[in-house]
């Protein structure tokens, strides 16, 4: 069965500082992962996407990198605003017409 | 641009009532996602509209949840005699693409479902 799953399940940390978000998969054959944030009472939103070839890709002060042996993602967050403050969330699809495997979140809270 | 929106924001509703929940794409994307998101856990796929073929229904849970997409464009998730498990946030999504899951999924704010 693919499975996506996510570490921490909630992390606090002061503004300013850094903070990685992990995801492991078991979504076999691999086509691509993303990371979306979603703001509480909001929809979730694509930060990136990560395909196989892929190892490293930023957006702003968000890095992701993928290592596609280990079935491994990581969300880096530089420098963290208040505005950071959301769930994360790692989705992965597989090769194919495959539906979409959500992980339940990384509930992130940045205080001042 | 308008982006996807769902009505109502929130619904209270008792148990073995019918809810309608309510979906406008954004305008010219061919494929609509329903998902639910129960507390803790991750999005579940309910079904999933492309064109003018055949739903994938797939992932509704059981008969008493239906859904319907007029002229392409509005979708309502109707959910008949509501059982408390069925309290979750409901989110809809669209995307541009032809290949169905392929696209970035571009999601709506959710309607928040409470069944008393």
């Known amino acids: 069965k693919n499975q996506v799953e996510q570490s921490p399940q909630s992390l606090i940390i002061l503004e300013g500082k850094n903070c990685t978000l992990q995801c492991n998969y078991t979504v076999s054959p691999f086509s691509n992962l993303r990371w979306y944030k979603q703001d509480t009472g909001r929809g979730p939103v694509s930060l990136t996407i990560m395909t196989f070839s892929e190892n490293t890709k930023s957006n702003g002060r968000y890095t992701a990198t993928l290592d596609a042996d280990t079935k491994q993602s990581s969300l880096h967050i530089t420098a963290s605003q208040l505005s950071d403050s959301a769930s994360y969330i790692c989705?992965?699809?597989?090769?194919?017409?495959?539906?979409?495997?959500f992980g339940t979140g990384t509930r992130l809270t940045i205080i001042p | 641009g308008a982006g996807v929106s769902q009505s109502p924001s929130n619904k209270v509703t008792e148990k073995g009532k019918d809810v309608e929940l309510r979906c406008d794409p954004i305008?010219?994307?061919?494929?609509l996602y329903w998902y639910r998101q129960s507390l803790g856990q991750g999005l579940e796929f309910l079904i999933y509209f492309q064109g003018n073929s055949a739903p994938d229904k797939s992932g509704l849970p059981s008969d008493r949840f239906s859904a319907e997409r007029t002229g392409g464009s509005v979708s309502t998730l109707t959910i008949q005699r509501t059982q408390q498990e069925d309290s979750a946030v409901y989110l809809c999504?669209?995307?541009?693409?032809?290949?169905?899951?392929?696209?970035?999924?571009?999601f709506g704010p959710g309607t928040r479902l409470t069944v008393t």
């Open positions: 999504a669209s995307s541009p693409g032809l290949a169905g899951f392929s696209y970035e999924q571009y």
């Open positions: 305008s010219g994307h061919t494929a």
């Open positions: 989705v992965v699809r597989g090769f194919g017409n495959e539906k979409l495997t």
